[in-house]
């Protein structure tokens, strides 16, 4: 009964939503919600819709074996965010197009199609984690567990557009936000008398991916992608009501990315210092409720993780429904485009069980693979910012290629894959100087004058 309790409370909510909340097929209403969002339900919706899955499995594993280390790739984040706000935000909110990329040049079909791929690979990757903690916690098969939750977010994201994306991802958020303190409190009940609070800070060596330095810099590089040059990030910031009101809920993101970070960190932490032995170092603490054995903490726990995933999966077949319709010129509903990406983010996510094996844990898996189409569009997207003239047509898919070759050169070329930090700081430097060097090469040379 009390195992039940929590997911029978959640799938409530899921049904009132999608009962109350409908979209009409209008693409103003169904991916804008009509431009009516204030900054406090933008700033919500953009920091529920990143914290995926991802973030419940993937911190407190790294809060287990490394402390607070990972705070710096958090100052990165916001520094990254305010620096979107405040430079790359402009052109963007003040255009009417479908889709960001419109905006950003009339070859708007090769961007849309990378960042549809980028989104596929991102989301695919995070919704196999879903699985994988379901599977742990639930038993049965990951690849089962993967469909059920993909079921369960589009109950209302295909019938209330983002109204209803946004209005439940405020439910998710308060259900992150309270279960991970809930976890902190109850792990800290359970600490052993005398045991000293130390963890790590900083990490100096170099060669490893939580190295203090990179981790700074690839999250701030790193932001520029992901809350600038994505459909999926922007979508709820550009449906606010004015520019300020955008700026607002970008930077307030961040600083909401770094408390639920280190929220999930001190739970890792936690784990660490009631010393379990034998914890699944991917997954620790879904490992931990396994073991516990008690009915309300396991009950508190799958609904974290279902709305965890099923909050990024929401915003994630929403915004590349978008520019699917964009990219197809299509005059078909925007739902029609959005369950399309539903069946392909799943398939994505069943094609990531294969390959995880290689990666040593999902934090490595996650950031690595969204480098290979990251790098270049933050490349673009730089050189669209600061030297709009120097953007050519020749140059966006030189950036996507060249940022996708290094990035599969570091994954790839040696017996592990390089650490993502610097894989995403080699991807997009060489993106942008890709994109900068294809307007020299395709300047119009001045006509030689003829002999008088």
């Not at 009516?36 to 920091?47: D, E, T």
């Not at 589009?154 to 308060?174: H, N, P, W």
């Not at 994505?230 to 930077?251: F, G, H, P, W, Y």
């Not at 490992?287 to 990024?312: E, I, P």
Request: with cysteine.
């Amino acid at each position: 009964m009390l195992f039940a309790a929590p997911l029978a409370v959640y799938v409530a909510v899921i049904v009132l939503i999608t009962l109350r909340k409908r979209s009409t097929s209008a693409d103003a209403d169904f991916f804008f919600a009509g431009r009516r969002l204030n900054a406090i339900q933008a700033f919500i919706s953009v920091l529920s819709s990143e914290t995926s899955v991802a973030t419940t499995v993937v911190f407190p594993a790294a809060g287990l074996t490394s402390g607070y280390v990972l705070l710096w790739l958090v100052a990165g984040y916001v520094v990254g965010r305010t620096i979107v706000a405040l430079f790359y935000l402009r052109k963007l909110y003040e255009s009417s197009r479908l889709t960001i990329y419109q905006t950003m040049t009339t070859s708007h079909q090769v961007l849309e199609g990378s960042y549809l791929l980028a989104k596929y690979i991102s989301g695919g990757v995070r919704l196999f984690i879903g699985g994988y903690a379901l599977h742990q916690l639930l038993g049965g098969y990951t690849i089962v567990w993967i469909p059920v939750v993909a079921v369960c977010a589009a109950t209302y994201s295909l019938t209330g557009g983002l109204k209803a994306v946004v209005l439940m991802d405020q439910v998710q958020g308060a259900l992150i936000v309270g279960a991970g303190v809930f976890l902190c409190v109850f792990l800290m009940t359970r600490l052993p008398t005398g045991v000293k609070w130390a963890p790590a800070f900083i990490n100096l060596n170099w060669s490893q991916s939580n190295f203090f330095g990179a981790l700074f810099l690839g999250g701030a590089v790193l932001s520029i992608g992901t809350h600038g040059a994505d459909q999926d990030m922007l979508l709820r910031v550009l449906a606010t009501k004015n520019l300020r009101e955008a700026r607002k809920s970008l930077i307030f993101s961040g600083v909401g990315a770094a408390f639920l970070i280190a929220l999930y960190l001190t739970v890792g932490y936690l784990l660490g210092l009631l010393r379990v032995a034998d914890l699944d170092p991917r997954s620790p603490l879904a490992d931990y409720v396994m073991k516990s054995n008690l009915a309300l903490l396991k009950g508190v726990f799958l609904v974290l993780l279902l709305a965890a995933a099923m909050s990024t999966l929401d915003s994630t077949i929403h915004s590349t429904g978008a520019v699917w319709k964009s990219l197809m010129n299509s005059s078909l509903s925007g739902r029609y485009w959005s369950f399309l990406s539903l069946i392909l983010i799943t398939t994505a996510a069943v094609c990531f069980y294969s390959v995880s094996g290689r990666h040593e844990n999902f934090l490595d898996l996650a950031m690595g693979c969204m480098n290979y189409i990251n790098g270049g569009m933050i490349g673009i997207f730089t050189t669209f910012t600061f030297f709009p003239k120097r953007l050519k047509p020749a140059g966006i898919p030189l950036a996507l290629v060249s940022g996708f070759v290094v990035t599969t050169v570091c994954e790839w070329a040696f017996s592990h894959p390089l650490p993502w930090t610097y894989t995403v700081l080699l991807s997009s430097g060489t993106a942008l100087l890709c994109c900068l060097s294809a307007s020299l090469l395709t300047q119009e040379r001045p006509a030689t004058p003829g002999l008088l």
